[in-house]
């Protein structure tokens, strides 16, 4: 398990138990989770980030937001950060992200933020992301109601879509 990823075990309401788990390791406990951390980046002219996996992955060619398990001794918003880098090449600065809200998994609890980039140039990880777009909210919500979407995320934007919605028009008040 030398190459796997290692996570904090948290609880419910995401503090650290002080154990750790390897991903794939199968002593997983009911009643503890980790962190994964996603990004909705927005551009100036409110288009929205979205990713394609990679095909090889679990929901191959399905779209999503960028994102991933928070690393041992990670903060959720640094892992955003660094999963947001490593997938697209776009680096926000640290304060540009701001937390949406969460989505409480069987195993997992999942933080999305919202991060305004001026530089859109993109950097795709091919091992990851099979592609990208840039798109309005209105084709998200079409894209999550006719299976576009990574399974995962119909569920996370049921909980998310009302705050997203809100953080969205509160980035737009301040461009």
């Not at 701001?98 to 609890?109: K, W, Y």
């Not at 919202?114 to 950097?123: E, G, I, S």
């Amino acid at each position: 398990m030398m190459d796997a990823e290692r996570w904090d075990v948290t609880d419910i309401n995401g503090f650290p138990t002080g154990r750790t788990h390897y991903r794939g390791d199968a002593d997983w406990t009911q009643g503890d989770y980790h962190i994964v951390a996603a990004t909705c980046v927005v551009r100036d002219d409110g288009k929205i980030l979205i990713t394609q996996r990679h095909a090889a992955k679990e929901f191959g060619l399905a779209w999503e937001f960028p994102g991933g398990s928070a690393l041992e001794g990670e903060s959720s918003r640094d892992a955003a950060a660094r999963e947001l880098l490593e997938e697209t090449g776009l680096t926000p600065a640290f304060d540009a992200f701001s937390h949406v809200g969460r989505h409480v998994e069987d195993s997992a609890l999942v933080d999305l933020y919202l991060a305004h980039v001026a530089t859109t140039q993109l950097r795709l990880d091919p091992v990851e992301i099979a592609n990208a777009a840039w798109v309005s909210l209105p084709d998200i919500e079409m894209r999550v109601k006719s299976g576009q979407f990574a399974d995962p995320w119909v569920e996370r934007l049921t909980t998310l879509w009302e705050p997203l919605q809100f953080a969205l028009l509160t980035e737009e008040d301040v461009r």
